[in-house]
Structures are given as C-alpha cells and as structure tokens.
C-alpha cells in the first residue's frame, strides 16, 4: 500500500531529514512509526501526503509513484488519505457538523448524503450529541476524535495520524487507538506516527523506527541493525522496553 | 475521481447522478458559496462598509463627469445656428444678381438647409429696431449695408471643419465680397469639452486602478486572515478553484454593492446640480435637465463595478492562494 524506495529528503537549507528509507506496508496493514523529535517521522507522513516532494528516490501508494503526481492533482491523491493531526487542524469557526462534513463539501457530495454520512462518522467516535457544537466546546480528545471522524467520513482506503494521542491522558489515548484498530479491521490501512512507545507496546502492530532520517528497524527483519543503541529506548525492539513504558 | 485507487466510488456517486444532476449541484453549489461569501461580508460589517465605500465613491467621481459631458454635448449640440453662415455680397450687387446667386445655392441641396436673402432696406430696417439708432442713420446719404446670404447648413456641416470648407466653397462665388462664420467660439467651446472628456477618461482610469489594487489588498487580508483554515481545506484534498471561488464571489459583492453605492451617489450629485442648472438655464430663456442617468447608466456602472471587483479578487488569489500550503 504505502511503498518508500530508498528515498531521501533534503529540506532548503541543506538539513538532510531522511537517508534512503526503504520499507513496504501492505494493504490493510497497521504499523507505527517511532522516533526521536525530528528524527523524520513527520517528513515520511509528508511524503506520503505529498506535503513534500522526496529529493531522492520513489513514493509509491497504490503501485503508483508520486513522482508522476502534477502539482494540480495533489488534491485528489489527498482525498483518498484519511489524515489526522496532533494538532487537530479543525476550523474552529465551524461547527462539528461543518467539519467532518468538509471532505465531502469538497468532493461535492449531495446534502442528503452528506447528512448521512457525517451522522455515521460522528456516532462511530461517540460524538453525535455534539454535531452542533464548536471545537471550541470540546475538551481535547473530543476535538481528536472530531479529527478522526473527518479523517474516516469519506472512507479513505488509507489513514495517516501523526502524534494523534500526542496531547492525551493514556486512557484517552488507548479509546483513540481502538478506534484505529475498528477501521482496520474494516479494512482501512492504517499508518501512525508517534513517540508514544508505552501506547505501541500494548498493542501488538509492526513498528518501524527511525532514528536520525535512518530507518534502523522496518518491524519486519529479526536482525538489528548495527547502528542501534543499546541505551536508546527507540532504537530498542518494543518488546524489550523498560519498566516504565510497559506499565 | 480517484487517481490512486482505481476501484474506489468517490464522490457523489459518479454512476448512478446523471450529468444533468451533476450541473445542478454544481450551480447549488455556487449558489451556496456566493450567499456564504455574502454571509462572510455581514459579519464584518465595517470593514464591508468602508471598502465599498472606497468603491462607490471611486466610481462615482468618473461616472458624474462623464454625464456632465454628455449633457454638455447635449447642449451644444442644440445650438445649431452657431454654424450659420453669412455671405456678404459686394457694395454694387444689383437685386437680379443677389436673386440668382439665392437660387444658385439653394440648389446646393445636399449641402444646405437653407438660404435666406437679406436686401439692403430689410437690413437697414431691422437694424434701426435692434440698434436703438434710427435718428443717427436717418443722416446717412445712402443705405451702406450690402445684400446678404444667410445660409443654414446641413447638419453634418456644421462641424467646424466641414462648415470651414462650405464656406470657402461660398466665398468662390463671383459677387461675394466675403464670407463669415462665427466659428471660433463653437471650436473653443468643442476644444474645452474634449479636454474635460479627456480628464474623465484619466481620472477614470485612475480610480478603476486604485480599485482593483484596493480590492485586491482587502481580498488579500481576507485569504491571509484564513490562511489555517485554507491550509486546512488544502489537507483534506480541496482544489484551488473550491478554495478559490468563496474569495472571488466577495470581490464580485463588493463590486456590486460598490456600483450600486455608486449610482445612488450620481443621482444625488445630479440631483444637487439640477437646480444650479435650472437657475442657469432659466437666465437664457430656456429649460434644461440633466438626463443619462436611465436603467443603461446602472447597468453599465455596475457592468464597471463588478468587473473591477472580480479583477481585483483575482489578482490577489491567484497570487496568495497558491502560496498557502500546509506544513
């Protein structure tokens, strides 16, 4: 589904964000990205988002290479990505309704369907009592979860959430990631980024790390990789994490 | 449409809405951002206020010269007898003579409207009761006053040019002393409203380009105030044109609500003028009212208006819409 080959990114100024990063994640796969801040998770969500352009290498999603995407097709490769946001990235001069219901304002969905499917999307993350209310009104995982029910109201074959749980108490953020785990067993491919390594060990997903723009353990080879270190948290397997991430 | 996933049914379901539907919701869709623009206009109702504002009065100074030119046109369009011409026949003309050179250009019918021929006693006579000089010519020995033609010219050689030439086309005539026309007045009069036709067109242009800069700035602070929420949009796969379009529609409000502000503002101003007119046109024995500001004369300022608006909102998205990315 998502396909990065040897891919690499530097951003103007010279601030090289990713080194040949290589991985493969299948369709109806979930995984998670972990890393340091600025290790480079952002950039891949990027790249697959095509907020970035890789300076080396291939994207692919799909089979097809984002290479060949014209700046003028951007908008339709995105409304085939559910996207989710540490940041919620909400307008928050509009109600709960208007927002989940703006992927399909976009894509030019009739009223009645739009009706339909945002009710559908709101009652899948709890939050059909509020669809009149501003994000304002909502306490922060109810605005996350609004994020979701925007991300899912079109029903994107892929999701990307970076840091969704960023800004959550753990209860909270495990609701969110048994949401997550809902839409892939609907068949969604579900990718998230996040530093949360507690959140990762709970539940048993591949996990790739990244560690200075390097991908040092794609989730899949049994081997590690030489630059790994030992006192590192992220760069240890998940299932060897200290005390304090398990609990 | 989806590029990436060629089996998924996006949108608003592609197969089963004929393209007939589609046009309409299009067209509902328009609509629904054109009165959301409108919508947007209400909710700041200052800063609506002063640009159209700005727009209105912009207009108005350009589209009040503009008719006080025409209605000055108007005016001395009726003054046809400024190019009456005057032939003076020479000092010894016997009445036969002056009696066929009359016929003679009488038969010019496609030239002239009408000749009239003054004898020696009739000009003497009419001058005695214009003058207020009868007993001062009752000294005179003999009539001094000449035979004259008065011609009137047909209308398209009353222009200054053309009647230039009639008149000298006149003078070739044997008996004819000389000829006058008293033109250089009307040419002076034709130079004054050309300069002030040529003013109207500079300020015009002047302003339509203060316009559109001024609606393109305060569309510009409109995407910049927006500027998250476009980012936003762009994230969740709006095209340019859908983030576009709510923006152009403002520039289109303003323009029409700036042309109608504008036509308005006319009206009172000519209303002003009309009795400073009246009192005029009262002191030369005749009537006049201000005319040109009829349904075209809307039509066309707000034709104007809209125009500059939507110039003006264009210029700006174009430029700052692409620039908006999320990051």
């Not at chain 2, 009868?134 to 020995?141: E, N, P, R, T």
Request: hydrophobic share 45%; net charge neutral; charged share 20%.
């Amino acid at each position: 589904m998502i396909k990065f080959d040897r891919v690499s990114k530097t951003y103007p100024g010279g601030q090289q964000a990713l080194q040949q990063v290589d991985f493969h994640i299948e369709p109806g796969e979930m995984a998670f990205l972990t890393g340091h801040s600025g290790a480079g998770k952002s950039t891949i969500l990027k790249l697959i988002s095509l907020m970035e352009r890789p300076s080396v290498g291939n994207v692919l999603i799909n089979g097809h290479n984002l290479n060949n995407i014209k700046l003028n097709q951007v908008p339709y490769i995105r409304r085939d990505i559910g996207m989710i946001f540490q940041s919620h990235q909400l307008l928050m001069d509009k109600t709960v309704f208007d927002n989940v219901a703006l992927p399909l304002v976009i894509e030019g969905y009739s009223r009645k369907q739009i009706q339909k499917r945002v009710s559908a999307a709101l009652d899948m993350v709890g939050l059909l009592h509020k669809i009149q209310q501003l994000p304002l009104a909502l306490s922060g995982g109810e605005q996350q979860r609004v994020g979701i029910a925007r991300a899912v109201v079109n029903r994107p074959p892929l999701l990307l959430a970076d840091e969704p749980t960023g800004n959550l108490d753990p209860k909270l953020s495990m609701e969110i990631m048994r949401l997550f785990e809902d839409f892939n067993q609907a068949g969604v491919c579900v990718f998230i980024a996040t530093h949360d390594l507690g959140l990762i060990a709970r539940m048993k997903y591949r996990s790739l790390t990244i560690k200075e723009g390097r991908m040092i353990d794609d989730g899949l080879a049994e081997s590690v990789s030489p630059i790994m270190d030992s006192h590192d948290p992220y760069a240890a397997p998940v299932t060897k994490l200290p005390p304090k991430y398990t609990s | 449409m989806s590029l990436l996933f060629s089996g998924r049914n996006s949108s608003s379901g592609s197969r089963r809405v004929s393209v007939f539907q589609r046009l309409l919701m299009g067209i509902i869709n328009h609509m629904r951002q054109a009165l959301a623009s409108l919508g947007e206009l209400w909710r700041s109702p200052l800063a609506t206020i002063m640009t159209i504002g700005v727009l209105g009065l912009s207009i108005t100074l350009p589209s009040t010269l503009y008719l006080m030119v025409k209605n000055t046109e108007k005016v001395t369009a009726g003054w046809e007898d400024a190019g009456e011409i005057s032939l003076y026949l020479q000092a010894n003309t016997t009445a036969k003579q002056a009696q066929k050179l009359l016929s003679g250009v009488s038969a010019m019918k496609n030239k002239i409207d009408d000749a009239r021929l003054i004898s020696p006693d009739l000009a003497l006579e009419e001058f005695e009761t214009l003058s207020g000089l009868g007993d001062a010519l009752a000294y005179l020995d003999a009539n001094p006053l000449p035979y004259v033609l008065l011609i009137t010219p047909k209308p398209e050689y009353l222009r200054p040019e053309a009647a230039r030439q009639l008149l000298s086309e006149l003078e070739q005539q044997s008996i004819v002393d000389f000829g006058k026309l008293d033109i250089e007045w009307l040419e002076k009069l034709y130079a004054i409203v050309s300069i002030a036709k040529d003013i109207v067109w500079i300020v015009a242009i002047l302003l339509c380009v203060s316009v559109v800069l001024i609606i393109g700035n305060t569309i510009r602070l409109n995407i910049l105030s927006q500027r998250e929420a476009i980012a936003v949009m762009k994230l969740v796969g709006a095209t340019d044109n859908f983030i576009r379009f709510p923006f152009l529609y403002t520039g289109f409000w303003y323009g029409i609500l700036g042309g109608f502000l504008a036509w308005m503002l006319v009206a009172f101003l000519l209303w002003w003028i009309q009795s400073g007119v009246e009192n005029l046109a009262g002191l030369y024995r005749t009537s006049f009212t201000i005319s040109g500001l009829d349904g075209s004369a809307l039509g066309i300022i707000l034709m104007i208006s809209i125009t500059l608006g939507l110039i003006g909102s264009l210029i700006s998205v174009q430029k700052h819409i692409k620039e908006i990315e999320p990051s």
